[in-house]
């Protein structure tokens, strides 16, 4: 049911055609460099009117601007990202989990380092709106759903928490994973062999649907599970982990499903496979003093507090524990040897950033 009688107070622009809005948009800096739709009083009230919450409603402060986000600000920014009404649930949910404390809002906004929110999104929501979670999960597929959610966070950090570079962000390179960043984690019935993302981090239902944000940078890691022992495969791929540094910041590590079939052929759990990735991400207190980042007074700070810094010899891990690595099953078959790893952004001595939130709508 729609609500009755209610009053949009965003301020109204008249402009003659798509083309001058395009213009006005840019003009009045609504867009991070990529093009938007515009938010018609159409649009914007179908969205309202399907979630059937007040448009006045505050769910929170986004920082770094402190901007007040509404439900009728978020509408205006999923409408500019193109999303349907059913879609915006979603997005809340997301908007939900990055105001928790625990994920640090001000850092995934304004860190150096860049790395933008990434939304991982699992359950039955992912069937149900259709999220593409095989070739091209991470982006460039055509599919809106992904896209346009993943746009519609982005803006809404843009928008209200005025997270623009040079001004209140300080990312230092940036990347084009500002402008979305969502994968969708594959199912069980579509060839997923462990348990949801969900379920093994947040302890909740295999039937529910959630989204997990975590403020991280990501990149592609080759291994080769059809063709090498999984021995080996674990060695190449935590090697690559380790290569990021010691720090307390969570990582996600994204496994194609013919590698995870290959896993569970053999018999590895998800648990397994996650501690024998860890007990290998360990470097020396000798080979930490010759890396420069990890020799600034923060990461030293850091380390010093795990292991004596008089021994060279001495081991640490990278990853501050197991419970530190997620595994996640996303992208398509025919590429065992393609898998992705996040690494936080955060805070390196709080070790915080993944926050997953239940996502409270039935589609039904």
């Known amino acids: 049911m729609a609500l009755q009688n209610y ?18 948009a840019y003009e009045k800096g609504w867009t991070d460099g990529m093009p938007v739709f515009p938010p018609t009083l159409k649009k914007v009230t179908q969205i309202i009117d ?8 505050e769910l929170g402060v986004v920082s770094p601007g402190e901007g007040v986000a509404t439900i009728e600000k978020v509408a205006i920014n999923c409408a500019m990202a193109g999303c349907k009404p059913e ?21 995934a906004q304004c860190s150096t380092f ?18 593409n ?12 759903v992904n896209a346009t959610i993943g746009r519609a966070i982005r803006l809404i950090l843009w928008n209200i928490g005025q997270g623009k570079p040079g001004e209140l962000s300080k990312t230092v390179f940036g990347g084009p994973a500002r402008w979305h960043s969502l994968i969708a984690e594959r199912p069980r019935e579509e060839g997923n062999p ?14 529910d ?26 060695a190449t791929i935590a090697n690559d982990i380790k290569g990021d540094g010691v720090a307390a910041a969570p990582h996600v590590f994204v496994l194609n499903p013919q590698g995870a079939k290959i896993l569970a052929d053999a018999g590895w759990s998800k648990e397994r496979f996650r501690d024998a990735v860890y007990e290998q991400c360990t470097v020396t207190v000798g080979e930490i003093k010759k890396v420069a980042s990890q020799a600034s007074p923060t990461s030293v700070h850091y380390w010093k507090k795990r292991i004596s810094p008089a021994n060279d010899d001495a081991k640490l891990h ?20 393609v898998c992705y790893h996040f690494r936080a952004s955060t805070h390196s001595l709080t070790g915080s950033g993944l926050v997953t939130k239940k996502i409270n709508w039935d589609w039904d």
């Open 133 to 144: 979670h095989a070739e091209g999960a991470l982006g460039g597929s055509g599919h809106r």
């Open 318 to 337: 990278t990853i501050a524990g197991a419970d530190k690595l997620h595994i996640l099953v996303s992208g398509g078959f025919g590429g065992s040897h």
């Open 114 to 131: 860049g790395g933008p929110p990434l939304a991982i999104i699992s359950g039955p929501v992912v069937k149900k709106l259709g999220f």
């Open 7 to 24: 009053k949009l107070t965003s301020q109204e622009y008249q402009v003659e055609d798509v083309d001058a809005f395009a213009d006005l």
């Open 194 to 207: 462990w348990n949801e993302f969900h379920v093994d981090y947040a302890g909740l239902k295999p039937e």
């Open 87 to 107: 879609y915006v649930p979603v997005v809340l949910t997301a908007l939900e989990a990055m105001l928790d404390p625990t994920f640090h809002i001000l850092s």
């Open 50 to 57: 399907y979630i059937r919450r007040e448009p006045s409603e």
């Open 209 to 234: 649907s959630a989204v997990s944000m975590l403020g991280a940078n990501g990149k592609v890691v080759s291994c080769g599970f059809a063709a090498s022992p999984i021995e080996n495969n674990i």
